[in-house]
């Protein structure tokens, strides 16, 4: 079963970009991980982008967080991170002596949003959703990346953002009328902090007292108390991109309710996050077999014609509807169903049930 619903193990397709910047007047290198069915999938096919920074540390966490919340029933994500060249430079928004030679997060916002897209754009099937993730300075730099055009990512995840830099600047940004636009605008906001005290932790605070105080629709604020500073980017990276991506879960009241309904629910996600709006299968497969236990063939033949149609490579919904009809005795259909199973994967069950059906139609 694991086989014919495609989830074979394949080694994660990662890739390194070197972008040449004219912005920040160096190479820039930008790790890419890709789901493992990128190849598959068909060249229309896009998915939503994670944007990440301090890279070198973080990328393999979050790639392998993505491969596993897909098997949960997430989005299929690309995963692009940021490596460091000079962080205390690119990730502060102001200067101050704390660290020389800080605050270029002007320049490196503009490096990303117009070098970085570009080239991912023209080299990759990323959607129009994108994320963006940092943690610490990262975490500031993407407040501070927000604030300067909200438009451009549709979620941020901000892990122990250092919000307290240069005596908590960032927070005079956050206007009334920034306020809401961030209404108004609905994006997830996620914030995630450990063990902090002092300053750090006054800085996260503040925001969430911010956010919470004007009514932010979709903001999370999470406590990791039992992890550090440097742990708690593992906790707190996975229920972000959970949080962000959560319409993907199909709510349980539509188990109830007539399969169309789920249709409708998947168009609705699949447009939202610019990505497939097909109803995923492991919905199909465990939603056309619970029909079938429950005797309801009727609906069994809706989920397993559309689950055909939807995935047209796919052998089980062929099986499925080779056998319902079978029963039916509704034999040339169920041949023709059986027909195209074994043309996609053949097996000797089905090779007999046509031998079977050949010499009932002869």
């Known amino acids: 079963m694991i086989v014919l619903l495609g989830n074979i193990n394949v080694f ?10 004219e912005i920040l007047g160096e190479e820039r290198q930008v790790l890419v991980g890709l789901p493992d069915s990128y190849d598959y999938d068909g060249e229309t096919f896009k998915y939503p982008l994670l944007l990440l920074t301090d890279g070198e540390w973080h990328f393999d966490m979050v790639l392998r967080a993505t491969k596993l919340l897909y098997q949960n029933g997430f989005p299929k994500i690309i995963v692009a991170a940021i490596v460091n060249t000079n962080r205390g430079r690119d990730l502060t928004p102001t200067n101050t002596e704390e660290i020389h030679a800080s605050g270029g997060s002007q320049k490196f916002d503009r490096f990303i949003k117009e070098e970085l897209f570009k080239n991912l754009e023209d080299n990759y099937r990323i959607s129009n959703h994108r994320t963006l993730m940092g943690h610490s300075l990262g975490g500031l730099f993407a407040t501070y990346s927000l604030i300067q055009d909200i438009d451009v990512f549709n979620a941020i995840i901000a892990v122990t953002p250092t919000i307290r830099w240069n005596d908590f600047k960032i927070l005079e940004d956050f206007t009334p009328d920034f306020m809401d636009k961030l209404i108004q605008s609905k994006k997830p906001f996620f914030v995630g902090i450990g063990d902090e005290v002092g300053p750090e932790r006054e800085g996260v605070v503040r925001l969430k007292e911010l956010f919470e105080s004007a009514h932010i629709p979709k903001f999370t604020y999470k406590e990791y108390l039992d992890e550090s500073h440097v742990t708690v980017p593992w906790k707190a990276y996975f229920d972000g991109i959970k949080m962000v991506f959560n319409p993907f879960l199909l709510p349980e009241e539509y188990d109830q309710q007539d399969f169309s309904k789920t249709i409708g629910y998947y168009e609705g996600v699949g447009s939202s996050f610019d990505y497939d709006q097909r109803v995923p299968q492991r919905i199909l497969f465990n939603r056309g077999y619970g029909a079938l236990e429950s005797d309801n063939v009727n609906e069994a033949k809706e989920i397993f ?44 069950y089905i090779k007999e049930r046509i031998k079977t059906l050949e010499e009932i139609l002869n």
């Open 305 to 348: 014609e559309y689950y055909k149609q939807a995935y047209p490579n796919v052998p089980i919904p062929y099986t499925v509807l080779g056998d319902i009809n079978f029963d039916l005795k509704k034999y040339k259909v169920s041949k023709a169903n059986y027909d195209m199973a074994y043309k996609l994967y053949p097996t000797d």
């Open 12 to 21: 994660a397709q990662s890739k390194t970009v070197i972008i040449n910047s």
